[in-house]
Nanobody, 115 residues
Framework: RCSCRASGGGLVQPGGSLRLSCAAS????????MTWYRQTPGKQRELVAR???????NYADSVKGRFTISRDNDKNTAVLQMNSLKPEDTAVYYC?????????WGKGTLVTVSS
């Protein structure tokens, strides 16, 4: 069984930056996608950024050019670098790992963008 541990959330002013990290551990043979999602009250969870084990990425349109996802396959970690943050980026961010088609979720980490 795999577990995902997310870290790095917090409070930041508009225009600032934060870095989220996700570490996958346990039974991780076959780990493919690592993805960051986010969710705000009353809304569905949405994909923010995804990276596969070949380094291919995709992003939500709302974060393109501002967020960058990267991955260290040796350490089974994925990092989301968030720049030029906006108040609408405020959400609980969740880390997800897909292993042999099965989703594993970490606990959310709160990101608040406010002055």
């Amino acid at each position: 069984r795999c577990s995902c541990r997310a870290s790095g959330g917090g409070l930041v002013q508009p225009g600032g930056s934060l870095r989220l990290s996700c570490a996958a551990s346990g039974s991780i043979f076959g780990l493919n996608y690592m993805t960051w999602y986010r969710q705000t009250p009353g809304k569905q969870r949405e994909l923010v950024a995804r990276i596969d084990n070949g380094g291919r990425t995709n992003y939500a349109d709302s974060v393109k050019g501002r967020f960058t996802i990267s991955r260290d396959n040796d350490k089974n970690t994925a990092v989301l670098q968030m720049n030029s943050l906006k108040p609408e980026d405020t959400a609980v961010y969740y880390c997800n790992a897909v292993i042999w088609g099965v989703d594993y979720w970490g606990k959310g980490t709160l990101v608040t963008v406010s002055s």
